[in-house]
């Protein structure tokens, strides 16, 4: 990871940031993000972003809930220690129903939650610069890296032209690094770009 | 605007007041950034106290053993597994709140989940205790669980009921736990960036896990709350459903009955909305959040306690029929003789009149929509839940098949109510840190229903909706194709 420089452009509409993603998009620009404070519906597609597939994983780990409670029961009652239980067959299934199901809701669960984290690169002690303070309460932060098609200065007229209130640029580490909120911190002590 | 989106002037808002995105946060975030309040510090205290009274009577328990309870002969169950029921029952409201109400779209959910999700979990918590405890030999516990021991090795059975219960609570508290902490992030994280002093900065940017509210990552969590809540609201159902097997699977009569599941899966719902309801007035009222949770949201949860509390009635009923059409004399002796009359046949009578009769005023939309009523009906609903848990375990255990074994009149020690009063303190010490450290109402999902549920879209709605149909029809469409071409040219 190394510092890279770009351009942020805040919005505090959604009416207006819609057409702005559609024109930055037409310009032939590449957005980092986008930072919102709630989820925007659409926002996602008109990004171009691709939908996400985490669901999958939560189906892969249910069914590995699902092979484990069935499986270790089995082998529990079958073949480890199999109990005479007034003559009631071992291999139990119906009776095994309820923890077969809670085991596959269990691992579906957290495996899904501890995809989401590490997908999205999330932990506490993690830290990341974040673009404006004001991006999880009520502005739309658009963030453009600056790029040798991208010229910033170009870059800037053009956010505030389709919309934009603030525009400014900022040098910052695009990835996380262990560190506290309550203390400025930079991943570099001299910022060194190209 | 689309049509989809569209919703008529008819429904109330869900947010009353024309908030604008900044207030909603300032509204929710400014108690946490406020010094407590003198009313909230005795709340706390009284409730610490609570604890450590409870406390001191697990202690008894713990050291002296079980005989510090007057569980007996053959009340076995006792005070200490109607409070583990009850505190269950509890607990349902919250996940279906957020998971099924979810699925079935209800907007107004987002004012009061948080809140109620936050009480599912310390109920869960409190619920648990009891049959820990209830084990005796409490250093014991983990024997439950299926780990590679030294004695044979030797594994629990998996084809009890009880142990079934080992796994859907643990597993229900797990879930819930996930799903209340993943919504929360973006929460945490709009405290951590308005914070103002180091500590809070600190702590809230440890819990947010530096979450920056990015398009991709909002994209994932709603992926992942929606499949969440698709696994929660089986696991819901079925954690009730098997704390009813406890019953429902042993050959005692007034417990040995196919309608248990459903029948204890409505009276979970119903005593969790009153739980809800209960805390949902007072925080309102204390916290000023009368814009979010509004007398709709009130009105709406009423309504499932009238549902729900008629389906409990109507189970009752039907118990007592089976009982007579069973033609089995112990079932008709148990319902008849001993739990509608005998030593404790107020206790049925109790549970009768305050879960089947009182919450049908609820029929009358000026007593669901009256704040007073809503409060002091919502501690009778749940006085009645408690007796009903007590009717059915007590009821049919003091007269067993024997004579000779049945036992004399039940009442608890003073030591086995000091452990519900103390989970009473350990449930209000959680929401009392909850009420003051912790968002308690979603912030993101608010502010995602504002411009379609809130009262500054109804008011521009009205203008709209004064046009002719045509007039009307041709302005929703013209916003619809404005907004397809941006989707449309991307693809």
Known sequence: MALKKFVVGCFEDEKVLFPAVEKVRKAGYKFHDIYTPFPVHGLDKAMGLRDTSIHTAGFLFGMIGTTTAVTFMTWVFTKDWPVNIG?????????????????????????????FCYICQLAPFLKRHHFHPRATDDLFVMVIECSEKANEEELKSFLGSVGAQEVNTQVAEEGWWIGKYDEEQQLYKEPNIA | MSVTKYESQLREPLVNGNKTYGQVTHDIVH???AKPTRLWYIGFYISVALLMFGAYSVYREVVYGIGQWNVNRTIGWGWDITNFVWWVGIGHAGTLISAILLLFRQGWRTGVNRAAEAMTIFAVMCAGQFPIFHMGRVWMAFFTLPYPNTRGPLWPNFNSPLLWDVFAISTYFTVSLLFWYSGLLPDFATIRDRAKTKLRKRLYGLASFGWSGSTKHWQRHESLSLVLAGLSTPLVLSVHTIVSFDFATSVVPGWHTTIFPPYFVAGAIFSGFAMVQTLMLILRKVMGLQDY????????????????????????????????YSQVPFEQDIFFKYRIAGPYGWS???????????????????????????????IIVNIGMWFERFVIIVSSLYRDYLPSSWSIYYRPTIWEIGFYVGTFGLFFTCFFLFAKYFPVIAIAEIKYVLKTNGESFKNEMAELESKNVDEFVHEMHHDDHAEGTVKVAHH
């Open chain 2, 31 to 33: 108690t946490i950034e």
């Open chain 1, 87 to 115: 003559g009631k067959p071992n291999f139990a299934l119906p009776a095994w129903i309820p923890i077969t199901f809670e085991l596959t809701v269990l691992c579906a669960a957290v495996g899904m939650v501890l995809t």
């Open chain 2, 348 to 378: 049925y009578w109790l549970m009768m009149t305050c879960n089947v009769i009182s919450p049908q005023l609820f029929w009358s939309r000026k007593l669901r929509r009256n704040v007073l009523f809503t409060f002091i009906m919502s």
């Open chain 2, 293 to 324: 949770i509004t007398l709709g949201h009130i009105e709406a949860m009423n309504k499932v306690i009238v549902l729900t509390g008629s389906i409990v009635g109507c189970a009752y009923l039907t118990e007592l029929f089976m009982a007579w």
